[in-house]
């Protein structure tokens, strides 16, 4: 791969695994990148503090090293774009143009509309989204997601149980992910099988040991309200690993063909789903039905749209 002189200031609400793909993806064909993130010290990001810090943190970055600024979320392209010198590449996650806030909604589109240029990761914020962009996915790293004989993962991890095990693969106080709604689902569907059920959640693991827990379960369980994404459903989906999901984000397009796995809106479909999955106890297919872009396809996308917004 020929090496290049580009060299991108990324700036970041939070350093994401995906973002950290994308990064490397982009460092693998020669582009040197600086990360500024929000500062999150004592749990202030998010506040008008910590952005203000942060914007003084681009700043202090030193732009004129630097060829282009890529603001990642739409809530950091104001700031990308409130210095007058560089280019700036605005990538949307999803959830801040899809309906979550209509005031980040109205920050992110009119940040969009005052970009170099736009990308969005999946065809259902495309299709939500009217300002012009690229469909750019997030890369999926499938030499770490990948099938893993549940007995070993389930040894790794020290789940010691012959239950069926749910996996809810995040924090149970995010409200938008609806941990109570969870909670019902596999109650429900614990008294209609002849064999215990029983519910378990990460969050904090290593995104390298994410792997292991999703193959320790028998099925991936999203109720979220909102999603961007969600990542887990192709990072499940790359596991072989069974994924029940609300119809969010780019959960229907991405489980479309995919076997034992399932998308639906109410609870009594999930319950139904979610029992038919766990009855059958088999992989799901997901991983050769599924399209999984890798972390070189980014790469390549993205360092063709910085050259072309540099005029190369």
């Given at each position: 791969?020929?090496?290049?002189?580009?060299?991108?200031?990324?700036?970041?609400?939070?350093?994401?695994?995906?973002?950290?793909?994308?990064?490397?993806?982009?460092?693998?064909?020669?582009?040197?990148?600086?990360?500024?993130?929000?500062?999150?010290?004592?749990?202030?990001?998010?506040?008008?503090?910590?952005?203000?810090?942060?914007?003084?943190?681009?700043?202090?970055?030193?732009?004129?090293?630097?060829?282009?600024?890529?603001?990642?979320?739409?809530?950091?392209?104001?700031?990308?774009?409130?210095?007058?010198?560089?280019?700036?590449?605005?990538?949307?996650?999803?959830?801040?143009?899809?309906?979550?806030?209509?005031?980040?909604?109205?920050?992110?589109?009119?940040?969009?509309?005052?970009?170099?240029?736009?990308?969005?990761?999946?065809?259902?914020?495309?299709?939500?989204?009217?300002?012009?962009?690229?469909?750019?996915?997030?890369?999926?790293?499938?030499?770490?997601?990948?099938?893993?004989?549940?007995?070993?993962?389930?040894?790794?991890?020290?789940?010691?149980?012959?239950?069926k095990v749910v996996l809810f693969p995040y924090h149970p106080?995010?409200?938008?992910?609806?941990?109570?709604?969870?909670?019902?689902?596999?109650?429900?569907?614990?008294?209609?099988?002849?064999?215990?059920?029983?519910?378990?959640?990460?969050?904090?693991?290593?995104?390298?040991?994410?792997?292991?827990?999703?193959?320790?379960?028998?099925?991936?369980?999203?109720?979220?309200?909102?999603?961007?994404?969600?990542?887990?459903?192709?990072?499940?989906?790359?596991?072989?690993?069974?994924?029940?999901?609300?119809?969010?984000?780019?959960?229907?397009?991405?489980?479309?063909?995919?076997?034992?796995?399932?998308?639906?809106?109410?609870?009594?479909?999930?319950?139904?789903?979610?029992?038919?999955?766990?009855?059958?106890?088999?992989?799901?297919?997901?991983?050769?039905?599924l399209e999984l872009p890798d972390r070189e396809q980014t790469?390549?996308?993205?360092?063709?749209?910085?050259?072309?917004?540099?005029?190369?």
């Amino acid at each position: 791969m020929p090496r290049t002189d580009l060299d991108v200031l990324q700036v970041v609400t939070t350093a994401s695994p995906f973002f950290e793909q994308q990064v490397r993806a982009l460092e693998d064909r020669g582009v040197s990148c600086t990360t500024v993130a929000v500062p999150d010290a004592d749990g202030a990001a998010g506040t008008v503090d910590a952005y203000r810090r942060f914007y003084q943190r681009v700043l202090r970055a030193g732009l004129d090293d630097y060829d282009l600024v890529h603001a990642n979320y739409g809530l950091v392209g104001p700031f990308a774009l409130a210095q007058p010198t560089r280019p700036v590449v605005l990538t949307l996650w999803g959830s801040e143009v899809m309906g979550e806030s209509a005031r980040l909604s109205a920050v992110s589109s009119a940040a969009a509309r005052a970009s170099d240029r736009v990308v969005v990761p999946s065809a259902p914020i495309s299709d939500a989204f009217d300002v012009s962009h690229e469909v750019v996915p997030f890369p999926v790293d499938t030499g770490t997601f990948r099938p893993i004989e549940r007995s070993a993962a389930r040894a790794a991890v020290d789940w010691e149980t012959d239950a069926k095990v749910v996996l809810f693969p995040y924090h149970p106080d995010r409200d938008v992910k609806d941990y109570p709604r969870a909670e019902r689902i596999v109650a429900a569907v614990d008294d209609r099988l002849d064999e215990p059920v029983e519910l378990r959640w990460i969050w904090g693991v290593p995104h390298d040991e994410v792997p292991q827990y999703m193959n320790a379960s028998d099925a991936v369980l999203v109720t979220s309200s909102h999603e961007s994404g969600p990542m887990v459903v192709k990072e499940a989906a790359a596991c072989n690993v069974p994924v029940v999901s609300t119809s969010v984000g780019f959960a229907p397009a991405a489980l479309d063909g995919v076997s034992r796995s399932h998308v639906r809106e109410t609870d009594d479909g999930l319950v139904d789903a979610l029992a038919s999955v766990l009855a059958a106890g088999e992989r799901s297919d997901g991983r050769s039905v599924l399209e999984l872009p890798d972390r070189e396809q980014t790469g390549e996308r993205l360092h063709a749209i910085y050259r072309d917004v540099l005029g190369e």
